[in-house]
């Protein structure tokens, strides 16, 4: 069980921001929201992770609803080299923090 | 300072064959993990240690052992190789104890093929 849902697919243009949605309604209070990518034939590589408030670094800016059943994963300016499989994970308490992967937004530039 | 380290990169066994992947970092990490990808699809959890002399199960651990050889290496090995064991699997590593509050790092995947 993921625990969370997101668009298979996504197309944005180049060095345009990109918004990539995530639902995750049965989130828990202690539950931490994490995004990965990952680039064809690589492995996973970490973006962001939040609790509550919003979060920003050097990749990108995470976005999470005030009721925490849904986040939003910011890319300010994406380039050719964002295109990735883009994944939103919970990360659970009652699974001793485990990382439950669903099936991720394949992220599509356009240059 | 390499992160996490995998080997093989590739391998090839016959149905019945058994293997051991290799893991090792470098990052001084407890919690250690063994994924495998399947094609258009996200990771699966095929076994965690927590710290060094601990294994658990995952979601898909059938098939699977592994051994937690010192704070640096986690290895998984297949004792009787199946066609359904074809995937892509990663090793990763968290740190202070694979809290909620940490990143993972992962490892660039070894892609098995049983046949």
């Known amino acids: 069980d993921a625990k969370t849902t997101q668009p298979n697919s996504m197309e944005s243009n180049e060095e345009e921001p990109v918004h990539l949605p995530c639902n995750h309604s049965t989130i828990s209070g202690t539950d931490y929201i994490h995004w990965y990518r990952q680039l064809p034939s690589q492995g996973p590589e970490y973006v962001i992770h939040g609790l509550t408030s919003n979060v920003n670094n050097r990749m990108a800016s995470l976005a999470i609803a005030e009721d925490r059943k849904s986040s939003t994963l910011i890319l300010h300016r994406a380039t050719l080299r964002d295109a990735a499989v883009y994944y939103c994970i919970l990360s659970l308490w009652d699974s001793n923090y485990q990382l439950i992967w669903g099936a991720g937004t394949k992220l599509i530039i356009k240059p | 300072n390499a992160g996490v380290t995998q080997t093989p990169k590739f391998q090839v066994l016959k149905t019945g064959q058994s293997m051991t992947l290799q893991c090792a970092q470098d990052m001084n990490h407890n919690s250690m993990y063994w994924y495998r990808q399947d094609p258009g699809m996200g990771l699966r959890l095929i076994y965690y240690s927590a710290s060094e002399g601990t294994t658990d199960k995952g979601e898909v651990p059938n098939g699977y052992n592994v051994s937690r050889l010192n704070k640096r290496e986690f290895s998984l090995r297949l004792e009787s190789a199946a066609p359904s064991q074809t995937s892509v699997y990663f090793c990763?590593?968290?740190?202070?104890?694979?809290?909620?509050?940490?990143?993972?790092?992962f490892g660039q995947g070894t892609r098995l093929t049983v046949v």
């Open positions: 990763a590593t968290r740190g202070s104890g694979g809290t909620a509050n940490t990143e993972a790092f």
